[in-house]
């Protein structure tokens, strides 16, 4: 693929460029829908709608505000349905079909990160002459993301058979705040830290959650927990930490970077654990998606036009046709890699699913190495090793444990777990 020459974050044009300003700029634009619309559902909700409310708009707002059925008592699994235990398939037809899902995993992601990191750090329409320009605004490549996907959601649901939807419409905003901000923050750390520090960190986010459950939820854990957490921190630190004198100025951890990471591992914590309880309601994975990429369109196209940055961006596609085939075949790569989840959790449970994407983070890694020629020391590499050793330790121990927890005794069950 080729690319163009990178710029260092520190050369960015004007302070309007900083992440900082960007980030609140958006939020304003957020909050210019956020604020209007919960005070309509506050004003149906003390009106008492749901009993007194009559004419042609009573379908929908009793859709988006009260929703139309009572949560299920329990459910299993909050996030996916129970698995499809294989009928009478045979083994070459459930190996074809893991191979299926493992391929379609990893193509959609690997060229996503690839993309991704070419977008985001390399210029447009260079020459010999010309410097060519980099594109700017993450919130438009957060836009063209969930537009497809809500419309590749959108025909699924609309052509297979789904559940009684009966969540109010409102109650998907929060994940799809929280959804587009942590999408953000993962774009913008791009242009501060490198890919691989990217990816770790990511990988490494299973710390903050193990805190965060035993600070607030009282959680207990067991000792591979623990260790694999310590294996994990250590791994990074390594990676880091690591050194070479050669190392581009780009692949240089800045604060910035820590940041905004920071903010995308809390943003995605959030958005897992609200969709979690919006599982309650009986819906699919695929009505999920939907719901949360209807509220991410309207927030992301909103905040674009009151910035003006939607023209912007497409006269920007319209100059560089290179540009335009890269977001577009971004955006289709995480819409066809969501459906690619889906389906393998279904097929093949979490365990299975986990090791697939466990591996695509490490190939992940070496392609960004190879084709970006990001520098990685002895020590970093070392570092990496031990991470997704760590990661693989995780896998094992928690199949082992749901193992045995299968053979317990009625009335015995075993130590929660992250």
Not at 220 to 236: F, K, M, N, P, R
Not at 252 to 266: D, E, H, M, N, W
Not at 361 to 380: D, E, K, N, P, W
Request: glycine share 6%.
């Amino acid at each position: 693929m080729a690319a163009g020459e990178e710029i260092s974050p520190a050369l960015q044009d004007s302070w309007g460029d900083f992440w900082l300003f960007r980030f609140f700029v958006n939020a304003a634009g957020y909050a210019s829908i956020v604020v209007p619309g919960f005070l309509l559902i506050q004003y149906f909700k003390r009106k008492n709608y749901l009993e007194t409310g009559r004419g042609i708009c009573f379908p929908v707002i009793k859709s988006c505000v009260f929703g139309s059925e009572m949560k299920s008592a329990h459910q299993e699994d909050g996030s996916l349905p129970a698995r499809a235990e294989p009928t009478e398939s045979s083994t070459a037809r459930q190996v074809f079909k893991l191979l299926f899902c493992a391929a379609g995993l990893q193509a959609s992601y690997l060229t996503w990160g690839v993309l991704q990191e070419r977008v985001m750090t390399r210029t447009y329409g260079a020459t010999d002459t010309d410097p060519g320009e980099k594109f700017k605004d993450s919130q438009f490549l957060v836009f063209m993301n969930r537009i497809l996907a809500f419309t590749v959601a959108g025909l699924y649901c609309a052509l297979t058979k789904q559940p009684r939807h009966g969540a109010p419409m409102y109650k998907y905003s929060f994940a799809s705040l929280s959804n587009i901000l942590s999408s953000w923050c993962q774009y913008e750390a791009l242009k501060y830290i490198s890919f691989p520090t990217q990816v770790l960190a990511k990988a490494s986010k299973v710390i903050p959650v193990m805190m965060m459950g035993k600070l607030v939820s009282r959680k207990s854990y067991e000792y591979w927990e623990y260790l694999t957490a310590a294996l994990i921190s250590v791994g990074v630190s390594m990676f880091l930490l690591s050194s070479a004198p050669n190392r581009h100025v780009s692949t240089v951890t800045t604060f910035s970077g820590i940041v905004l990471l920071a903010g995308y591992i809390i943003f995605d914590s959030f958005t897992s654990n609200w969709q979690d309880a919006l599982f309650t309601y009986k819906m699919s994975p695929v009505q999920m998606m939907f719901g949360v990429n209807v509220f991410s369109c309207l927030f992301t196209v909103g905040s674009l036009l009151e910035q003006g940055a939607l023209l912007e961006s497409a006269h920007f596609m319209a100059r560089h046709s290179e540009f335009a085939a890269h977001a577009v075949l971004l955006s289709v790569c995480s819409a066809c890699g969501q459906l690619f989840i889906f389906y393998t959790i279904n097929q093949f449970g979490a365990a299975v699913f986990t090791i697939i994407m466990t591996l695509r983070q490490a190939f992940a890694i070496l392609l960004s190495c190879l084709i970006y020629g990001h520098t990685v020391t002895i020590v970093g590499g070392l570092g990496v090793a031990v991470v997704f050793m760590a990661l693989f330790l995780r896998v094992y121990a928690r199949s082992r444990l749901k193992k045995r927890s299968k053979k317990l005794p009625p009335g015995e069950t075993p130590v929660q777990k992250v």
